[in-house]
């Protein structure tokens, strides 16, 4: 696993409603390197799709990495340490903890990975990131494949929204006043990128869960 070279670059190209979108930070290279990454880790981990607690599968397709991993099915959402196969979750890739370090801002190591696969049909509905237990840490988001259209609401539900695309090597961080807004997924550009050989999107989410 290579270090991604990224500048340390703590400059936002934009900023929506606190949250901080540094377009373009990984460059082809440092994508390729890192899709390399995230094969192994779903080699070892398969990707599985949840059923929010209300027993709707969802759309897109999941697995993590890290020392606890993200679930959701009748039991509710929450961190666990084990796939819902029953194995560890591997380790979050040195390219991915390269991108924490550079745009995080906090003397803490992310704790887990999120990775989000989606086809060109899927999409994920509004809502907020709450499941961590201190919401004074960030979450950072990576971009990779196709482009998504990504938008921001407010603190409470509802309300007027705010929309941006994302594009392959953008890293978004939700931190601050912005960590607990709504936010979601509207649609994706199919084809888009060529960066993943079966086409679609790959979103990488870090985070401190633990306390
Ligand atoms: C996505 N991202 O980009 C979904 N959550 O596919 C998220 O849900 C997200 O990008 C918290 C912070 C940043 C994010
Ligand atoms: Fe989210």
């Not at 460059?27 to 599985?48: C, G, H, I, N, W």
């Not at 004074?136 to 998504?148: E, F, K, N, T």
Request: with cysteine.
């Amino acid at each position: 696993m290579k270090k991604v070279p990224v500048s340390s670059q703590s400059t936002p190209t934009l900023t929506i409603r606190g949250v901080a979108l540094y377009q373009r930070l990984l460059d082809r290279s440092a994508q390729t390197a890192m899709v390399e990454d995230l094969r192994r880790v779903v080699a070892d981990a398969p990707l599985f799709r949840p059923e929010t607690p209300r027993g709707q599968a969802m759309s897109v397709r999941m697995t993590s990495t890290g020392s606890v991993g993200w679930v959701s099915d009748r039991r509710g959402y929450r961190y666990q340490e084990t796939h819902p196969k029953g194995m560890a979750w591997p380790p979050i890739p040195e390219s991915v903890l390269a991108i924490w370090d550079a745009v995080a801002g906090t003397e803490r190591q992310a704790d887990t990975c999120l990775i989000n696969y989606y086809d060109g049909t899927a999409r994920m509905g509004m809502h907020q990131d709450r499941d961590e237990a201190d919401f004074d840490q960030p979450v950072v988001s990576i971009s990779l494949g196709d482009d998504a259209l990504f938008r921001i609401g407010n603190l409470t539900r509802g309300g007027k929204t705010e929309s941006v695309w994302l594009s392959s090597g953008d890293v978004l961080v939700m931190g601050g006043e912005a960590r607990l807004v709504y936010h979601g997924i509207d649609r994706i550009r199919a084809g888009s990128s060529d960066l993943l050989a079966s086409g679609g999107r790959i979103n990488l989410t870090l985070r401190v869960a633990r306390a």
